[in-house]
């Protein structure tokens, strides 16, 4: 669907493959929601930071905080949930961290109260998919703001290369 949308633009390039089996470079790769799926995570970043342009970016996003691991995270292949001292302390070769910041501040507290309230929950039911997404959604976004996303149950880290 990405590669058809994108056709006509060529600056754009939609790659579905593992990192490794890829022999360009590029000036942007995202992992959104796919590093915690990956056990030798700093070995896959140090391996898409070197297939990066000089100059480019590594985009990541991650579930935070290991003490909400859940049912949920391990039903959906989740190995861990990232803290920020992860991103912080790894210095990954030819790269610096160029931005570091949490989201979704209330998912945080929803999170924790579903771990705590529905242990034996596996998949958010629907309503409580709809009540997020219409309206804490919407709250989150005002909140991370103002607290300068200091706290949330995402975490984002921008590398560059050197």
Known sequence: MLKKKFSKKKNIKINNQKINQINIKFNTILYLNVLEHIKKDKSEINLAISKLNSGGH??????????????????IGHCKRYNINFFKNNMFKNASVEKLIYLDMVGYFLYFCNKIFFKEEVYPSKIKVFLWDKFFSPITIVLDFIT?????????CVYKKN
Do not use: R
């Open 148 to 156: 300068n996303y200091k706290y949330g149950k995402n975490i984002i």
């Open 58 to 75: 590594l985009i990541i996003l991650v579930p935070a905080h290991q003490k909400l691991y859940s049912k949920f995270d391990k039903a």
